[in-house]
């Protein structure tokens, strides 16, 4: 009997109603596709793992003790996977009309091409950053600074989306949503666990990429996201988290050296940053603005914290 044409891996913590709206967007637009769908659960406290259970039957369930990290929930749902196509699918998203279909098509369609992606859209129908080149020193202080959405494009490092856009290979897709072959678990093996949080999309393409196959993102492929339902629950840990795993990206692929250069830049940076938000904090109008200030200033010292680490995953 043959299996499942699409198997969809979902991780979860704490989103019990966005995970709902996503997996009823799946049952709505799945159409004749045969779809496997797996929801892992990193030990949620709001409910989430019974609401699957309850609303969901046809879903497969792997609920765990604890938080054990996107990389991780991800690999054990790819680790049961059937299908032919495996689909990486954040649990904040809502998937439109066809794009499984045109996604799965594409990769009929184009043999050596190994994972795809979608043009990702904010609630309000806005473009989301979807696709980017691989992170450089300068594109990373760019973003740092703010002065990339502020000069470039306010998805950066996404560039700004085209009328005329067609299908392209890019350098890299957010995990939120990537179509991938299953040869891709097989050969390059799935998503490095020393990432607990961000990049590990990143790596996973990079890896991709060094191992002959194509990355093409796909913009007639659209789904929307709520972009950091989780995230924003711990919004300066978050922060931290994706510049500790920028270093961790760079010490990995570009060298100890230049990781550490990377490092030492956005310790500068945030120092900056928080020194600007406390002198800006006590003197903003509002108490809603001072608050914002102080929790900008809050962000910029855990990131500061997180920068001095030790390096991890260097090679």
């Known amino acids: 009997m043959a299996g499942p044409d699409v198997s969809i891996v979902i991780v979860n913590w704490n989103t019990r109603d966005r995970l709902a709206e996503c997996l009823e967007s799946v049952l709505r637009t799945a ?77 009929d369609d184009h043999p050596r091409v190994g994972v795809v992606g979608a043009k990702m859209l ?65 050969t390059v093996g799935g998503l490095d666990e020393s990432y607990w949080l961000y990049s590990e999309d990143t790596d996973w393409c990079y890896r991709i990429a060094r191992g002959g196959w194509k990355v093409v993102y796909l913009p007639d492929v659209e789904i929307v996201h709520a972009q950091g339902a989780s995230t924003s629950q711990r919004a300066s840990e978050s922060e931290a988290q994706l510049y500790l795993a920028r270093v961790r990206f760079f010490a990995t692929h570009y060298g100890v050296r230049r990781a550490l250069v990377l490092r030492g830049a956005l310790w500068l940076i945030f120092l900056a940053r928080g020194m600007l938000s406390g002198l800006i904090a006590p003197l903003a109008r509002s108490a809603d603005r001072r608050d914002r200030w102080r929790r900008e200033s809050r962000t910029c010292r855990r990131v500061r914290q997180t920068c001095v680490r030790p390096l991890s995953g260097a090679r």
């Open 31 to 107: 159409g004749t596709l045969a779809v496997e769908t797996i929801v892992v659960d990193n030990a949620s406290s709001d409910g989430s793992a019974a609401m699957v259970g309850t609303r969901f039957a046809s879903a497969r369930l792997i609920a765990n003790p604890a938080n054990a990290g996107f990389a991780a929930g991800t690999n054990q749902g790819l680790g049961v996977a059937q299908g032919r196509y495996l689909l990486l699918l954040n649990s904040d998203t809502v998937v439109r009309p066809d794009a499984m279909q045109r996604a799965v098509q594409f990769l």
């Open 122 to 186: 904010n609630p309000d129908g806005t473009f989301q950053a979807s696709f980017a080149s691989f992170p450089t020193f300068w594109s990373e202080c760019l973003k740092a600074t703010t002065l990339g959405a502020r000069l470039i494009a306010p998805s950066y490092p996404s560039p700004r989306p085209r009328p005329t856009d067609r299908p392209r290979e890019v350098d890299w897709i957010p995990g939120a949503f990537m179509l991938a072959r299953r040869a891709l678990w097989e």
